[in-house]
Protein backbone atom coordinates (compact mmCIF):
# COMPACT_ATOMS: atom_id res chain seq x y z
CA UNK A 1 0.00 0.00 0.00
CA UNK A 2 0.87 4.04 0.16
CA UNK A 3 0.70 6.29 3.00
CA UNK A 4 -1.06 9.53 0.96
CA UNK A 5 -1.41 12.90 2.37
CA UNK A 6 -3.32 15.53 0.90
CA UNK A 7 -3.13 19.22 1.53
CA UNK A 8 -5.40 21.36 2.88
CA UNK A 9 -8.15 18.86 3.91
CA UNK A 10 -10.47 21.29 3.42
CA UNK A 11 -11.11 24.70 2.59
CA UNK A 12 -13.77 27.82 1.74
CA UNK A 13 -12.53 30.06 -1.16
CA UNK A 14 -14.41 33.04 -2.36
CA UNK A 15 -15.07 32.60 -6.12
CA UNK A 16 -12.81 34.10 -8.50
CA UNK A 17 -9.52 33.21 -6.73
CA UNK A 18 -7.60 30.04 -6.94
CA UNK A 19 -6.79 27.13 -4.73
CA UNK A 20 -3.40 24.93 -5.04
CA UNK A 21 -4.06 21.21 -3.92
CA UNK A 22 -0.74 19.10 -2.72
CA UNK A 23 -0.42 15.16 -2.88
CA UNK A 24 2.14 14.25 -1.36
CA UNK A 25 3.31 9.98 -1.12
CA UNK A 26 5.53 8.05 1.43
CA UNK A 27 7.29 6.28 -1.25
CA UNK A 28 7.60 6.57 -5.37
CA UNK A 29 4.92 5.90 -7.90
CA UNK A 30 4.46 4.84 -11.19
CA UNK A 31 0.83 6.67 -11.78
CA UNK A 32 -0.92 9.66 -9.82
CA UNK A 33 -4.22 10.58 -10.53
CA UNK A 34 -6.59 13.58 -9.75
CA UNK A 35 -10.10 13.17 -9.03
CA UNK A 36 -12.84 14.57 -8.42
CA UNK A 37 -16.24 13.50 -6.32
CA UNK A 38 -19.01 16.11 -6.08
CA UNK A 39 -21.47 16.12 -3.01
CA UNK A 40 -23.00 12.52 -2.47
CA UNK A 41 -21.58 11.39 -5.76
CA UNK A 42 -19.06 8.91 -7.70
CA UNK A 43 -15.45 9.54 -8.38
CA UNK A 44 -14.89 11.84 -12.05
CA UNK A 45 -11.28 11.29 -13.27
CA UNK A 46 -9.99 15.03 -13.76
CA UNK A 47 -6.39 14.34 -15.21
CA UNK A 48 -2.99 11.87 -15.16
CA UNK A 49 -0.59 13.59 -13.58
CA UNK A 50 2.52 12.79 -15.72
CA UNK A 51 6.08 13.08 -14.07
CA UNK A 52 7.98 15.57 -16.23
CA UNK A 53 5.48 15.69 -18.95
CA UNK A 54 1.81 17.99 -19.82
CA UNK A 55 -0.32 15.91 -17.54
CA UNK A 56 -2.79 14.12 -19.19
CA UNK A 57 -6.99 15.46 -19.48
CA UNK A 58 -10.41 13.86 -19.43
CA UNK A 59 -13.36 15.18 -21.53
CA UNK A 60 -14.18 18.16 -20.30
CA UNK A 61 -11.42 19.25 -18.02
CA UNK A 62 -8.64 21.82 -19.41
CA UNK A 63 -5.23 22.42 -18.49
CA UNK A 64 -6.13 26.25 -17.82
CA UNK A 65 -8.69 25.51 -15.13
CA UNK A 66 -7.06 23.19 -13.37
CA UNK A 67 -3.15 22.92 -13.73
CA UNK A 68 -1.42 19.74 -12.66
CA UNK A 69 2.32 19.80 -11.72
CA UNK A 70 4.15 16.25 -11.29
CA UNK A 71 7.57 17.34 -10.60
CA UNK A 72 9.01 13.78 -8.68
CA UNK A 73 7.59 10.25 -8.61
CA UNK A 74 6.49 11.31 -4.77
CA UNK A 75 4.33 14.82 -5.41
CA UNK A 76 1.67 16.25 -7.58
CA UNK A 77 -0.13 19.67 -7.31
CA UNK A 78 -3.54 20.44 -8.83
CA UNK A 79 -4.89 23.78 -8.87
CA UNK A 80 -8.44 25.13 -9.57
CA UNK A 81 -8.36 28.12 -11.02
CA UNK A 82 -11.14 31.30 -11.30
CA UNK A 83 -13.10 29.18 -9.00
CA UNK A 84 -16.88 28.76 -9.15
CA UNK A 85 -19.85 27.78 -6.86
CA UNK A 86 -19.57 24.61 -9.35
CA UNK A 87 -16.30 24.02 -8.50
CA UNK A 88 -17.39 22.91 -4.82
CA UNK A 89 -16.54 19.03 -4.42
CA UNK A 90 -14.41 17.04 -2.89
CA UNK A 91 -10.58 16.84 -4.77
CA UNK A 92 -9.05 13.42 -4.54
CA UNK A 93 -5.28 12.40 -5.25
CA UNK A 94 -4.75 8.79 -5.78
CA UNK A 95 -1.66 6.59 -6.63
CA UNK A 96 -0.38 3.43 -8.15
CA UNK A 97 2.47 1.36 -8.78
CA UNK A 98 0.58 -1.29 -11.02
CA UNK A 99 -2.29 0.08 -12.92
CA UNK A 100 -4.83 -2.31 -11.25
CA UNK A 101 -3.67 -1.31 -7.57
CA UNK A 102 -4.47 2.94 -7.03
CA UNK A 103 -4.72 4.06 -3.57
CA UNK A 104 -6.89 6.95 -2.36
CA UNK A 105 -5.42 9.97 -0.38
CA UNK A 106 -7.79 11.63 2.40
CA UNK A 107 -9.55 14.04 -0.09
CA UNK A 108 -9.73 18.01 0.04
CA UNK A 109 -13.08 19.07 1.27
CA UNK A 110 -13.79 22.46 -1.35
CA UNK A 111 -16.24 24.86 -1.12
CA UNK A 112 -16.61 27.93 -3.19
CA UNK A 113 -18.85 30.77 -1.97
CA UNK B 1 -17.41 2.69 -23.81
CA UNK B 2 -17.47 0.94 -21.21
CA UNK B 3 -20.19 1.46 -18.13
CA UNK B 4 -20.50 0.72 -14.30
CA UNK B 5 -24.50 0.25 -12.92
CA UNK B 6 -25.20 -0.04 -9.13
CA UNK B 7 -28.74 -0.48 -8.98
CA UNK B 8 -29.12 0.07 -5.36
CA UNK B 9 -28.60 3.49 -4.34
CA UNK B 10 -29.11 2.51 -0.74
CA UNK B 11 -29.47 -0.43 1.52
CA UNK B 12 -29.79 -0.83 5.46
CA UNK B 13 -29.20 -4.52 6.90
CA UNK B 14 -28.94 -5.51 10.65
CA UNK B 15 -25.38 -6.19 12.29
CA UNK B 16 -24.56 -9.94 11.65
CA UNK B 17 -26.45 -10.29 8.77
CA UNK B 18 -25.21 -10.53 5.09
CA UNK B 19 -25.86 -8.74 2.29
CA UNK B 20 -24.66 -8.41 -1.06
CA UNK B 21 -24.55 -5.60 -3.15
CA UNK B 22 -25.30 -5.37 -6.81
CA UNK B 23 -22.82 -4.14 -10.06
CA UNK B 24 -23.36 -4.92 -13.49
CA UNK B 25 -20.73 -3.49 -16.40
CA UNK B 26 -20.71 -2.89 -19.77
CA UNK B 27 -17.39 -3.59 -21.69
CA UNK B 28 -16.39 -5.55 -25.35
CA UNK B 29 -13.19 -6.02 -24.04
CA UNK B 30 -11.33 -9.26 -22.66
CA UNK B 31 -8.61 -8.31 -20.79
CA UNK B 32 -9.99 -5.94 -17.38
CA UNK B 33 -10.19 -5.69 -13.90
CA UNK B 34 -13.18 -4.99 -11.43
CA UNK B 35 -12.95 -3.38 -7.84
CA UNK B 36 -14.96 -2.63 -5.17
CA UNK B 37 -14.04 0.28 -2.98
CA UNK B 38 -15.28 1.41 0.27
CA UNK B 39 -15.64 4.97 1.54
CA UNK B 40 -16.69 4.88 5.20
CA UNK B 41 -17.92 8.84 6.13
CA UNK B 42 -15.58 11.45 5.84
CA UNK B 43 -13.20 9.07 5.78
CA UNK B 44 -10.47 7.82 2.91
CA UNK B 45 -11.43 5.68 0.08
CA UNK B 46 -10.02 1.60 0.65
CA UNK B 47 -10.12 -0.73 -1.69
CA UNK B 48 -11.86 -3.82 -0.50
CA UNK B 49 -11.18 -6.54 -3.44
CA UNK B 50 -10.36 -6.65 -6.73
CA UNK B 51 -10.95 -9.62 -9.51
CA UNK B 52 -9.39 -10.28 -12.43
CA UNK B 53 -10.98 -11.15 -15.02
CA UNK B 54 -9.13 -14.05 -16.78
CA UNK B 55 -9.41 -15.78 -13.20
CA UNK B 56 -12.53 -17.66 -12.84
CA UNK B 57 -12.39 -18.33 -9.19
CA UNK B 58 -14.20 -15.67 -7.45
CA UNK B 59 -11.94 -13.33 -5.18
CA UNK B 60 -12.19 -13.41 -1.73
CA UNK B 61 -10.93 -10.95 1.54
CA UNK B 62 -11.78 -12.17 4.75
CA UNK B 63 -16.05 -11.42 5.10
CA UNK B 64 -15.54 -9.81 1.41
CA UNK B 65 -15.93 -11.89 -1.46
CA UNK B 66 -17.76 -11.51 -4.95
CA UNK B 67 -19.64 -13.70 -7.45
CA UNK B 68 -18.10 -12.83 -11.27
CA UNK B 69 -20.47 -13.86 -13.41
CA UNK B 70 -18.39 -12.85 -16.83
CA UNK B 71 -20.51 -13.58 -19.55
CA UNK B 72 -23.39 -11.80 -17.52
CA UNK B 73 -20.88 -8.78 -16.92
CA UNK B 74 -22.06 -9.18 -13.50
CA UNK B 75 -19.69 -8.69 -10.08
CA UNK B 76 -21.73 -8.85 -7.15
CA UNK B 77 -20.14 -8.13 -3.84
CA UNK B 78 -20.78 -10.06 -0.59
CA UNK B 79 -20.33 -9.08 3.18
CA UNK B 80 -20.95 -11.78 5.59
CA UNK B 81 -21.27 -11.10 9.33
CA UNK B 82 -22.06 -8.00 8.46
CA UNK B 83 -20.37 -4.96 11.53
CA UNK B 84 -20.99 -1.38 11.93
CA UNK B 85 -17.73 -0.05 10.78
CA UNK B 86 -18.91 -1.78 7.82
CA UNK B 87 -21.34 1.11 7.11
CA UNK B 88 -20.28 3.12 4.37
CA UNK B 89 -20.42 3.93 0.30
CA UNK B 90 -19.27 1.13 -1.57
CA UNK B 91 -18.36 1.72 -5.12
CA UNK B 92 -17.94 -0.73 -7.91
CA UNK B 93 -15.12 -0.14 -10.80
CA UNK B 94 -14.09 -0.95 -13.90
CA UNK B 95 -10.60 -0.79 -15.58
CA UNK B 96 -9.80 -2.05 -19.01
CA UNK B 97 -6.46 -2.19 -19.35
CA UNK B 98 -4.48 -0.50 -19.22
CA UNK B 99 -6.31 2.32 -18.63
CA UNK B 100 -8.32 4.70 -16.26
CA UNK B 101 -10.42 3.36 -13.37
CA UNK B 102 -14.13 3.95 -14.29
CA UNK B 103 -16.61 3.68 -10.73
CA UNK B 104 -19.99 3.36 -10.73
CA UNK B 105 -22.36 5.67 -8.87
CA UNK B 106 -22.09 3.75 -5.62
CA UNK B 107 -24.36 2.09 -2.98
CA UNK B 108 -24.39 3.38 0.42
CA UNK B 109 -24.76 0.86 2.93
CA UNK B 110 -26.27 1.02 6.44
CA UNK B 111 -25.05 -1.56 8.98
CA UNK B 112 -28.25 -0.91 12.17
CA UNK B 113 -27.44 -2.16 15.34
Known amino acids: SAVISQKPSRDICQRGTSLTIQCQVD?????MFWYRQQPGQSLTLIATANQGSEATYESGFVIDKFPISRPNLTFSTLTVSNMSPEDSSIYLCSVARVSYEQYFGPGTRLTVT | AQTVTQSQPEMSVQEAETVTLSCTYD???????LFWYKQPPSRQMILVIRQEAYKQQNATENRFSVNFQKAAKSFSLKISDSQLGDTAMYFC??????????FGKGTRLHILP
Open chain 1, 27 to 31: SQVTM
Open chain 2, 27 to 33: TSENNYY
Open chain 2, 93 to 102: AFMNVPDKII
